[in-house]
């Protein structure tokens, strides 16, 4: 499901503009999912240097998707993305466990920021389709999900790359954003 279908169930909730910030470490599958969500072709992606936005407009609604690069050297520049942001979507490579600290501990700290106090949470626990992921069940009890409690927030396990879990990842943050009452 693209874009465009999720765009069409939020019709009847009055929502004009929707800001959805996408985070997560380098390699992470960020773009992939973008590009996945934007229905593109997602088989030639390079890592991102900066930051890739999408949006889409259809029925008088505009959902805007930033991704922002997630190598070390451009995560300070995180804090530049955070006004205005409806939804936080934070990507996790759930085969790369030797980073599980570093992701959790940048989490943590997405999580501590004014700017994004009490926008919704919702972690793709990506890349299930390799053999050795982790699961969304241990990736959550790892990042200690479950002591978050200034917000709503949603673990859903996914591939990126094969699309599995993602639009059920979106229904959930669509539901979310939607029941806020969100400007127009």
Not at 170 to 176: G, I, L, P, S
């Amino acid at each position: 499901m693209g874009l465009l279908a999720l765009l069409r169930k939020l019709k009847s909730s009055g929502d004009k503009e929707l800001r959805i910030l996408l985070l997560g470490l380098d390699n992470a599958g960020k773009t992939t999912l973008l590009k996945s969500l934007a229905s593109e072709d997602i088989s030639h992606i390079t890592p991102t240097q900066g930051f890739n936005i999408k949006t889409v407009q259809s029925a008088g609604f505009r959902l805007n998707v930033w991704d922002i690069g997630g190598q070390r050297k451009i995560r300070p520049y995180w804090k530049n993305y955070f006004e205005n942001t409806d939804v936080l979507i934070y990507v996790i490579d759930s085969s790369d466990r030797k980073r599980f600290e570093e992701t959790g501990e940048e989490l943590g700290e997405l999580l501590e920021e004014p700017k994004l106090s009490g926008v919704p949470l919702l972690v793709y626990a990506n890349k299930q389709d390799l053999q050795h992921s982790a699961k969304a069940s241990e990736v959550s009890e790892g990042l200690n999900l479950n002591t978050i409690r200034d917000r709503v927030w949603q673990i859903q396990a996914c591939s990126a790359l094969t699309n599995e879990g993602v639009r059920e990842g979106m229904d959930w943050a669509m539901k979310n954003i939607s029941s806020k009452g969100k400007k127009k």
